[in-house]
């Protein structure tokens, strides 16, 4: 596992019934005709730089690829840490929950981890917003009648104003939804469960709206948790400018911004991370292997990797993900 360097990620294009096009401003390449909600970065069947799907590389030996810090993050389980997407919310997207670990865990037998999550927005129409937790004074028991009557329960949620460079953290039980007309890079625990509430009365072709999770989205609801916006926390370098966005148990991330020949250093002990050009072009080495990323690529460096480093060939902007050690936590939480 040593040596094997930065690993470049071919992503997945999801069709949504919300999606949209303007995933090509960010480098995607997408299908004529499809609207695509989701880029889906590190998912388990993601192809990396060979062939292989970063599942299979990160079976092989866990603890090289992962890290203490990856393990810990997943429970032990041999899963890549770091969920990345990048959605286009062109619609409404659902009025949804997820479960923290205990919940998941119950509910899929031990297979599936909860789902904390946070955005980055990356672009908004004007008067575009974030649905962010309940209203104050809302309750679970109005949500509960809303959705389970089919009435729309938009109307119980904060509405916060999507701004670009704004970042928020979703801790798992939150009632949210992604505002139409916002494009967000997400980083997530790698979970798939989502218990929808409301969509918007949308339904499909034949006339079928989508499956609903109405029970199992309010019995690990939080009606306390309305997140809010972060700021971003300077951190010193020696060249670039590094902001750390968001830090927690499961994941951190950080954007830094380089001047063409600009070099950092991206050291993540005991755990892997990701690296996702968003404007120009920069080289990420590690083990005596470089790889060039372009605006809309992710390369991904295992916990092993030595030597990381990451290179402006153009005027860039990347974001940087990785498990943070509790000195990150803290910095993050002391600024706040």
């Known amino acids: 596992m040593a040596g094997i360097g930065p690993l470049v990620v071919s992503p997945r294009l999801d069709a949504k019934p919300w999606g949209g096009h303007r995933l090509e401003a960010f480098g995607f390449g997408l299908p004529p005709g499809e609207a695509i909600g989701e880029a889906v970065v590190t998912a388990p ?3 990396v730089s060979g062939g292989r799907q970063l599942a299979e590389i990160v079976a ?3 603890e090289a690829a992962l890290g203490e810090r990856g393990l810990a993050a997943t429970g032990g389980r041999p899963v890549f840490p770091l969920l990345v997407k990048l959605i286009d919310a062109n619609e409404d997207l659902s009025i949804q929950v997820h479960p923290d670990d205990v919940a998941a865990a119950r509910e899929s037998g031990g297979q599936s981890l909860g789902k904390t999550e946070a955005w980055w927005v990356l672009a908004a129409r004007p008067g575009s917003v974030l649905y962010l937790g309940l209203q104050p ?13 089919g009435t729309g329960a938009a109307h119980l949620l904060r509405r916060v104003p999507a701004r670009p460079n704004t970042l928020v953290l979703l801790p798992a039980g939150t009632v949210h939804a992604l505002g139409a007309g916002v494009l967000v890079y997400e980083i997530q625990q790698p979970s798939a469960i989502t218990y929808r509430l409301d969509d918007w009365g949308r339904v499909d072709a034949a006339g079928h709206p989508r499956e609903m999770h109405v029970e199992q989205g309010l019995a690990v609801a939080d009606a306390a948790s309305r997140p809010a916006p972060i700021p971003p926390v300077s951190v010193p370098s020696a060249s670039g400018r590094r902001l750390l966005l968001v830090a927690c148990r499961y994941f951190a991330l950080e954007r830094i911004a380089l001047v063409a020949g600009e070099e950092v250093a991206i050291i ?16 990420v080495a590690a083990d005596d292997r470089t790889v060039s990323l372009s605006a809309g690529e992710t ?5 092993a990797a030595a ?3 990451s290179r402006a060939v ?3 902007v990347v974001l940087r993900a990785w498990v943070p050690d509790e000195a990150t936590i803290e910095l993050m939480t002391h600024s706040a």
Do not use: K, N
């Not at 004074?137 to 009557?149: F, Q, V």
């Not at 390369?299 to 916990?303: G, R």
């Open 45 to 47: 069947d993601a192809t």
């Open 60 to 62: 092989e030996r866990p």
């Open 137 to 149: 004074g809302a309750t679970l028991d109005e949500l509960a009648a809303t959705s389970r009557g």
């Open 268 to 283: 993540a002990d005991q755990s892997p991370q990701t690296i996702t050009a968003l404007q120009g072009t920069v080289e």
């Open 299 to 303: 390369a991904v460096l295992l916990a």
């Open 307 to 309: 030597g990381a480093a």
């Open 314 to 316: 153009s005027p860039a």
